[in-house]
């Protein structure tokens, strides 16, 4: 019996669907690959956006607004203020360190310093790649005093710079005007699925739409407690770079399990300031692991558990494959939209070919929506 209703479900019809959806899909792929660098503003723009709605939803209450612009902009500049902050009262002290590894670095090379032979492959690997004083230049120049000094001069240093401003103003721009009309857009999205299927194709997003919601929302937030963490734990050991290393380690966090590849340059960090004879390589690693495994204590045992609550449905590994294979495919974009993308074919994947649902369940769950 199954047999037959197997026959009478792959007809001729449906399998000319499923092909026609396969090409488009494929096709859609190559064309966002090939638009890559013009969309990457706004793929960005949307997940900054989509992160900053429940900030939005915040101020709108607080200022008992009907509309979303006022709130919006509020929201933007809240953000824009504390990364302004951040970057205004650390880049000095970062740009500081910076210079004690590059003198350092130089110290031995130049043999003023003797060189003991298993950090020689370590300072050659870190001079090669890292070049801390061509960083230490760069993140000098974002200084603002030295960029009103320098005026006029400063464009017509580098057209890729200009580019490079103008790109990150521009996902400003989306951003402000993708949560200006967020509700409208959402429901724009609704209307691009063909009304014939759209019952069933809403009961998957909505899936998908918590789904993202709890997992984006919630682990950005662990993700945040994480960076704090971290920043004041590699400070209380003396880690150089203490405040760059947290917040890296905190934006890997989105990722499970991604942020423990921070051990690589902590690791470098170490030897090369154990290299000044003040403290030994072993010393000041082991302390920076006891901030990795305190920090990961409070994380996984005290804040995942509170936030975040059940699990979104994909496990580690399938959230890495996923982003390994959208993130080859369309780069940066892919790895954005990696886990909606996804988390939406799985959940298709359960509700209509695994456990396919009756007609008649999908129409009352539509009706519950």
């Known amino acids: 019996m199954s047999e037959q209703n197997n026959t009478h479900f792959w007809n ?6 499923l092909i026609i959806g396969i090409a488009i899909a494929i096709a859609l792929v190559i064309l966002v690959g090939y638009l890559s660098d013009v969309l990457l503003p706004f793929f960005i723009a949307c ?3 989509y992160m900053l709605q429940p900030l939005v939803d915040l ?6 607004e009907k509309g979303r612009a006022v709130s919006s902009i509020l929201s933007l500049l809240e953000v824009l203020a504390i990364v302004a902050g951040i970057i205004y009262f650390f880049l000095p002290s970062v740009v500081r360190e910076l210079d004690t590894l590059s003198g350092i670095i130089h110290e031995v090379t130049s043999g003023k310093r003797p060189l003991p032979q298993e950090y020689i492959m370590i300072i050659d690997w870190v001079e090669k790649y890292i070049q801390p004083s061509a960083l230490k230049s760069q993140l000098t120049n974002l200084h603002l005093g030295t960029l009103i000094s320098k005026g006029t001069s400063l464009l017509n240093e580098s057209i890729t710079v200009i580019l490079d ?4 103003a521009l996902t400003v721009v989306y951003v402000l005007f993708i949560l200006i009309d967020y509700p409208q857009i959402v429901k724009g999205f609704k209307l691009i699925i063909p009304h014939k299927y759209r019952p069933e194709a809403m009961i998957v997003v909505k899936d998908v739409q918590n789904s993202m919601d709890h997992y984006f929302r919630g ?7 994480a960076a704090v963490f971290y920043c004041i734990g590699f400070s209380i050991v003396g880690l150089p770079l203490a405040v760059p290393m947290g917040i890296l380690v905190g934006i890997l966090y989105m990722i499970p ?3 423990y590849v921070t051990l690589i340059p902590v690791a470098i960090i170490c030897a090369i300031y154990s290299l000044s004879g003040d403290i030994t390589f072993m010393s000041l690693f082991g302390r920076s692991l006891l901030v990795y495994v305190v920090s990961q204590c409070i994380c996984d045992y005290i804040l995942t558990p509170h936030i975040m609550g059940k699990e979104m449905g994909m496990n580690a ?4 494959l996923s982003l390994s294979i959208w993130g080859s495919l369309l780069g940066i974009i892919g790895m954005i939209i990696a886990l909606p993308v996804s988390s939406l074919i799985m959940a298709y994947y359960e509700r209509y070919i695994s456990y396919p649902r009756s007609s008649t369940e999908s129409q009352n769950e539509t009706e519950s929506l």
């Open 257 to 259: 399990y991604f942020q």
């Open 47 to 49: 997940f900054i956006a």
């Open 59 to 64: 101020n709108r209450r607080f200022i008992h």
């Open 317 to 320: 590994a399938i959230i890495l």
């Open 219 to 225: 682990q950005g937030l662990v993700a945040l407690c």
């Open 165 to 168: 401003i103008l790109g990150w």
């Open 12 to 17: 001729i019809d449906r399998i000319m669907k």
